[in-house]
């Protein structure tokens, strides 16, 4: 079985920031991966996504923006574990509109 996987802008502070808080709080395995990694574009080639977005792939199924990032909830603590049901009622269309307007205010950072 392939192991998770989550795609993350690494020049976006935002995106970086929520890895790292993810990786931290994980207690099912998900490998957190750059978008612009060899191992990245591979996937992000083998399942034909162009989007810019995160990337959740999980049991080999590409999962993007919102659907994305409330199935991260799943791989942590049963602390935040809890607000997946919650936050996966609100209808995709908000979801991803809530998203995009997110993604396009995120600050940037270039790497070191």
């Not at 996987?5 to 976006?12: E, N, Q, T, Y």
């Amino acid at each position: 079985m392939a192991k998770d996987v989550l795609l993350i802008d690494g020049l976006c502070g935002l995106c970086t920031r929520t890895g790292r808080f993810i990786s931290n709080r994980q207690t099912s395995p998900l490998q957190i991966t750059e978008q612009n990694s060899e191992e990245g574009k591979r996937l992000l080639e083998l399942h034909h996504i162009s989007i810019d977005s995160v990337v959740l792939i999980q049991n080999d199924k590409p999962y993007i923006r919102s659907a994305a990032a409330i199935r991260c909830l799943l791989y942590m603590r049963w602390n935040w574990k809890w607000m997946f049901p919650i936050a996966w009622i609100i209808p995709l269309p908000l979801r991803d509109l809530a998203y995009i307007v997110i993604s396009k205010f995120r600050k940037t950072e270039s790497k070191n």
